[in-house]
């Protein structure tokens, strides 16, 4: 059978799946599996943003926190507002509106990325890495430091944005929102990579002398990335703080950026929907290991070096050897 057949049917099913997951769910007696597969979707959107710089663009970004977090408090600062009937910074009034948090949560997270990108994107190698990671963590302290907004304590959020009259409180709901989302996110994504602009991209990765030579702006292509894969992040951090109803440093903080780096690695760098399998095995391996010891990290550690050293690709370079020797 052609893999292009394969991979459509492959498609078909998992899309299937991802349709009828809440009543499985319930079905099954598990509806926790709900709020699970929300997170990992979420965090399937974080992880694909960073891999469009990390795996397409070459460029190892430590601090993508920035943007997952800044969307966070992007919808707790404009619900605040809202319930408090005033204007941030005396200009922009609150809202409860999802319609209006996630294009300004798109419109914010691009501005801060493309200023911390036309700044890193100046150096390369572990300038690069330390520079984004200096920039979040900027970030964090600055949360920290904002007690109108929670401080340390974070902010929370009493009630889901608003939809379309949506019952947005709902698990079930907010899941198929978030589902719709995602499936959007990855069409757009898949045009982008498929694109000139993508392949100008993924060739920067491979030889960036090359590209200058043929007179491509090397700069300018990795700044756009750059620009669009926090933008995503952001879009990540918006439907989170709406899943938790609560937005917090931790969202900004160093050790978010590694879990979406760890979800990329387990994934497939480079791929698709490699980040969005990762997610998906971090959140199941987290709740899995967490339920049986308190030190789960330990054996998520022994199995990302089991993927890194045997698989030759992530779990997607796996499952691909795996269904390409039984067909």
Not at 110 to 119: E, S, T, V, W
Not at 150 to 173: A, H, P, S, V, W
Not at 236 to 253: I, Y
């Amino acid at each position: 059978m052609d893999n292009s057949i394969k991979k459509q049917i492959l498609l078909a099913v998992v899309a299937v799946l991802l349709l009828a997951l809440p009543f499985i769910a319930s079905a099954t007696g598990y509806p926790a599996m709900t709020s699970l597969a929300t997170r990992a979707l979420i965090y399937g959107i974080a992880a694909a943003s960073l891999n469009l710089v990390l795996g397409y663009g070459g460029m190892v970004s430590f601090g993508h926190a920035a943007f997952f977090g800044l969307g966070g408090y992007v919808v707790g600062i404009l619900y605040q507002h809202y319930t408090q009937d005033d204007l941030f910074l005396g200009l922009v009034p609150g809202t409860n509106q999802l319609l209006v948090t996630l294009p300004v949560t798109l419109i914010v997270c691009g501005a801060a990325a493309a200023l911390i990108g036309a700044l890193s994107l100046r150096t390369g190698g572990v300038q690069f890495i330390m520079i984004t990671l200096a920039f979040a963590q900027m970030l964090f302290f600055l949360f920290v430091s904002l007690k109108t907004y929670g401080g340390d304590d974070g902010l929370i959020i009493r009630r889901t944005n608003e939809l379309f009259g949506l019952k947005m409180r709902d698990k079930q709901t907010y899941y198929y929102v978030c589902l719709a989302i995602t499936a959007v996110f990855f069409f757009l994504l898949w045009r982008l990579v498929n694109s000139r602009f993508g392949n100008v991209l993924t060739g920067l990765r491979q030889n960036a002398r090359r590209m200058a030579a043929l007179g491509l702006p090397a700069y300018r292509y990795k700044l756009v990335a750059f620009i669009i894969s926090g933008m995503g992040a952001g879009l990540a951090g918006c439907l989170m703080a709406n899943f938790l109803r609560f937005a917090s440093p931790d969202m900004v903080h160093w050790t978010k950026s590694g879990e979406l780096m760890v979800m990329v690695v387990l994934g497939g760098v480079g791929t698709l929907f490699g980040p969005l399998i990762g997610a998906a095995a971090y959140i199941v391996l987290e709740s899995v290991l967490a339920s049986w010891t308190e030190y789960w990290q330990l054996g998520l550690g022994f199995i990302l070096l089991f993927v890194v050293l045997y698989t030759n690709g992530g779990i997607e370079a796996l499952f691909g050897r795996l269904l390409g020797r039984r067909v």
